[in-house]
């Protein structure tokens, strides 16, 4: 049984590929729209990491790739990326409603 567990899984995961959102920002949190858009939105294959100063460290220890994803001084910008590879940086909320349509 856990064998076709297994297999469901390998059959999900190739036909629903991940989808990772990094919201790196200046912001104690996540901003409020991210989050209003997200309740409202299902996504339900996506990933989400918030970096910002206070948990850089941290997030850098269990997943060195964070390094690659700076934390602005005054904004927020978002990178939305699917199967390892991500698109180009964003930072409004409108230029990231627009990449999850084109995917």
Do not use: W
């Amino acid at each position: 049984p856990s064998g076709h567990s297994m297999g469901l899984i390998a059959v999900a995961k190739a036909l629903y590929p991940s989808r990772e959102l990094i919201c790196a920002t200046a912001e104690k949190r996540a901003p409020e729209e991210l989050t209003f858009f997200l309740c409202e939105n299902s996504h339900p294959d996506l990933t989400v990491l918030l970096i910002n100063k206070e948990n850089m460290d941290k997030l850098i220890q269990a997943a060195p790739f964070i390094r690659d994803y700076p934390v602005p001084d005054d904004k927020t910008v978002y990178y939305l990326c699917k199967n390892g590879a991500c698109n180009s940086p964003v930072d409004n909320l409108e230029a990231l409603k627009e990449q999850f349509k084109s995917e």
